[in-house]
């Protein structure tokens, strides 16, 4: 047997190590090339596309949640509604008062759902933009907001490859937001509108063959628009922990402004119920067509540093989106519990005096001599006027005898019987 048949050769590889080596090193080249291409320098979409985008997404998120809760209902227009819970302890001395309803509270205030036309808001917008110009006013001599944003920065889901985060500036705007188009709607107890009958046919009233789901209510609808430069700016370093801890340290600083905001907001009340004792609830929440542009700006680096890196700017304004939708885009909203309206003594504010004669503390000490010194002349000069009248009928007459006082400035004063002396003067009557 011939060796070349017992031992074969083996077939030589086509590329030598060299070649293999500049072949390896080439790919890793043309990929961190394209890296650096796409990544870093890519020209980010426009910013109506990303608006687009982030419009039917929303959309789709929010047709998707109301089918769902249509296929949870059961269609069953003949049933009647459960009679309202009423409270296990009854009172015998307050009459039951009629059972309010959708129909009845339109049908006091005189308004019509279908054919009432969008309201202006400008009574609103100016005491909104009274209250939004005192807190700036305030914020600039109080750090609260400042801390507040620090420490909320820096809590406990701060990741480990964040240091700690520094606030470099803090812009809260010059303008105001314009609320306009304000309509009342109804809406059942989902939140979801009900649909004008077609036909003409009132959506409520006893004409109205559509039936009345529990917990329907009014919600306001209003548009809102913003146009302003709110800006955040903030430094930090990103930390390579691995293979040990600190093994490179990158700075960044990042600076992100709201330009532009529009929207539909919507607002409604949750009645409270006694038996559960749940107070009164406002709950609002914003459309899903709403618009929101922000503006982003970056450095990355100490020495050679990347300025407005693209995919950095996305990455951020994707994550603001992403944290705005999951609180206050419908169908998600907003609860706050609304305190007690019912006037109490405590919550009194204004006057000179109290009714139990303690001086009120809402007015300046200047201004209450002022007004002291003003009700003590006018209290003067009607006492001189009972007197001089007196004066002029029978002095024998015991009913009209005169009783002498002093005033705050020493000199005598007459007064009638049953009047009081030193009026409007600290002394008290004994």
């Known amino acids: 047997m011939a060796a070349s048949d017992m031992c074969p050769t083996k077939p030589e590889p086509t590329l030598s190590f060299t070649q293999g080596f500049i072949v390896g090193q080439l790919s890793v080249v043309l990929l961190i090339a394209a890296f ?45 509604q459960n ?36 309201e ?29 944003l620090t420490k909320a920065l820096n809590g406990d889901n701060r990741p480990d490859f964040l240091d700690e985060i520094k606030v470099t500036e803090l812009t809260l705007g010059e303008d105001f937001p314009i609320f306009s188009n304000c309509r009342i709607i109804p809406v059942d107890e989902d939140g979801l509108g009900l649909d004008a009958v077609p036909g003409g046919e009132r959506r409520f009233g006893p004409s109205s063959s559509r039936p009345m789901r529990e917990g329907t209510r009014l919600q306001a609808r ?58 009164t609830m406002m709950t609002f929440s914003f459309l899903d067509d709403y618009r929101l542009d922000f503006s982003i700006r970056s450095l990355v680096g100490s020495r050679s540093r990347l300025q407005d890196v693209p995919k950095i700017a996305q990455l951020v304004e994707a994550r603001l989106h992403r944290w705005f939708d999951e609180r206050a885009v419908e169908p998600r909203f907003q609860e706050i ?12 504010r204004g006057g000179e005096d109290n009714l139990d004669g303690t001086s009120g503390a809402s007015i300046g000490k200047g201004k209450g001599r002022d007004v002291t010194k003003d009700l003590r002349e006018e209290s003067r000069r009607d006492v001189q006027a009972e007197t001089g009248a007196a004066r002029g009928r029978s002095s024998e007459s015991l009913r009209y005898r005169r009783s002498r006082g002093r005033d705050s400035e020493g000199e005598e004063l007459e007064l009638m019987p049953g009047s009081l002396p030193d009026i409007g003067s600290d002394s008290q009557l004994t």
């Open 36 to 80: 650096i291409k796409y990544f870093i320098f890519g020209d980010p979409p426009s910013p109506e596309v990303n608006a687009s985008v982030r419009a039917t997404e929303r959309h789709a998120r929010t047709l998707a949640h109301r089918k769902s809760i249509l296929t949870l209902r059961l269609p069953d227009p003949n049933s009647k």
């Open 83 to 118: 009679p309202q819970q009423t409270l296990n302890k009854k009172s015998g001395v307050l009459r039951n008062p009629p059972s309010l309803t959708i129909d009845s509270i339109l049908n006091k205030t005189y308004y019509n759902v279908d054919s009432h036309q969008p």
């Open 120 to 148: 202006s808001l400008d009574w609103f917008n100016v005491l909104i933009a009274q209250t939004i110009a005192q807190f700036r006013s305030d914020a600039q001599y109080d750090d609260a907001i400042l801390s507040s």
């Open 222 to 279: 209003m548009d809102v628009d913003l146009s302003d430069m709110i800006t955040l700016a903030v430094e930090t370093k990103l930390l390579l922990n691995y293979p040990k801890r600190l093994t490179a340290v990158l700075p960044v600083a990042l600076a992100v402004s709201i330009v532009r905001f529009s929207g539909t907001l919507s607002i409604s009340f949750i009645p409270s119920n006694p038996s559960q004792s749940t107070p």
């Open 337 to 348: 519990a609304l305190p007690s309206l019912w006037p109490r003594k405590k919550n009194t």
